[in-house]
DNA sequence: GTCTATAATTCGATAGAC
DNA sequence: GTCTATCGAATTATAGAC
């Protein structure tokens, strides 16, 4: 009974089936991005990849399978050898802003989907934490006031993210990335590195 | 046929009924602040104001009804006689956080749900429009600039807001008020009337 | 004014044919 | 691997008794 056909036991080989996985990750993407979670039904995302619903549930297990793939992106930027103190406000607005921009829908949908769902806030506090305190800590060797300082940072980061990709204000939309640079990256430096006042 | 009791056309009189009213907005308010609009059903809602779920139909027509209902607070401060230049980025923060924390669960229903609903959206961004694009204004005379200079005061105040009643990270949980001021006074100071870099 | 009962949808998830 | 059919639960909203 040799019904077995042979298989690659490689976990780096191409499925058969990637391309509806990725259709339906893409979907989901936009979805989950616009609409938050709760409005973004299976039956929606499965429309918009043309499949059948049923097969979210074949691929992903359940909806908060599906979303926990959809946020699941590298975030981490070519982090610079070492910030000189003086322009790293400038440096970490636009490495932001690139983060940002790579990964659109995820980070739209994460930032729309923590304000509402407690899992996706803990995540948006895991990425600031991994991601800032870090560079804080690096500047300000008081760990209070270290983490006081990536707070202050996350608030100006995450609102310009608020406004611009979210609430989609548009004086803020208008704003050119070398403005946006211009304008947030003394408040970051100051943030960081300034004296406390 | 005199079946009809004598009804006062008054309409400032107190209404027998403006207990249970008041209970279903209270309990709606902080229901929509913690729970975003889709998770905070009516259901739940009369639970919490120990009445019947059929009331809030009654009295607001529907869920929506009852959302503007909650949404509808006076936003308007006390408005310093006429900002001077040099201390208007405190006093504008200083207003923000009293205002935020005196309709702390609006606001925050506000917020949340403006994220993922397109009529809390434009709700939040009337508030901008109508309250901070005016001192911009007063301060900055070209349009284009005053409406961009507004934006990125919206972005550090709304991130404020985000990071600290909405997503509550826990180091800008921890930051006293007087700290928030002396933080972001500048910040705001510097995007309503420093030179555009 | 208050509550019971229920209509009418809609959703996530499952079972099973092919 | 893909799809049909459907279950069970939850929701908003309505009709009507008291």
Same mark, same amino acid.
């Given at each position: 009974?040799?019904?077995?056909?042979?298989?690659?036991?490689? &976990?780096?080989?191409?499925?058969?089936?990637?391309?509806?996985?990725?259709?339906?990750?893409?979907? &989901?993407?936009?979805?989950?991005a616009?609409?938050?979670?709760?409005?973004?039904?299976?039956?929606?995302?499965?429309?918009?990849?043309?499949?059948?619903?049923?097969?979210?549930?074949?691929?992903?297990?359940?909806?908060?399978?599906?979303?926990?793939?959809?946020?699941?992106?590298?975030?981490?930027?070519?982090?610079?050898?070492?910030?000189r103190?003086?322009? &790293?406000?400038?440096?970490?607005?636009?490495?932001?802003?690139?983060?940002?921009?790579?990964?659109?829908?995820?980070?739209?949908?994460?930032?729309?989907?923590?304000?509402?769902?407690?899992?996706?806030?803990?995540?948006?506090?895991?990425?600031?934490?991994?991601?800032?305190?870090?560079?804080?800590?690096?500047?300000?060797?008081?760990?209070?006031?270290?983490?006081?300082?990536?707070?202050?940072?996350?608030?100006?980061?995450?609102?310009?993210?608020?406004?611009?990709?979210?609430?989609?204000?548009?004086p803020?939309?208008?704003?050119?990335?070398?403005?946006?640079?211009?304008?947030?990256?003394?408040?970051?430096?100051?943030?960081l590195?300034?004296?406390?006042?």
């Open positions: 009974m040799a019904e077995n056909p042979p298989r690659r036991p490689d &976990a780096t080989a191409p499925r058969r089936s990637d391309a509806t996985r990725t259709a339906i990750l893409t979907a &989901a993407r936009e979805r989950f616009s609409d938050g979670y709760e409005r973004a039904t299976i039956r929606a995302i499965a429309k918009d990849a043309r499949i059948d619903p049923s097969m979210v549930m074949r691929y992903f297990g359940s909806k908060e399978g599906l979303f926990d793939a959809v946020l699941d992106v590298d975030l981490r930027l070519p982090e610079p050898a070492r910030l103190r003086d322009d &790293a406000g400038e440096v970490l607005v636009t490495h932001f802003l690139s983060l940002w921009e790579d990964n659109l829908e995820a980070l739209t949908a994460m930032l729309r989907v923590g304000v509402t769902n407690a899992a996706g806030a803990e995540r948006l506090q895991g990425i600031f934490r991994d991601q800032l305190l870090p560079v804080a800590r690096q500047v300000c060797p008081d760990p209070e006031q270290a983490s006081a300082r990536a707070g202050l940072i996350a608030s100006q980061v995450l609102g310009m993210a608020l406004a611009r990709y979210v609430l989609k204000f548009p803020v939309v208008a704003l050119a990335r070398e403005e946006i640079v211009a304008w947030l990256g003394p408040t970051v430096q100051r943030y590195a300034a004296p406390h006042p």
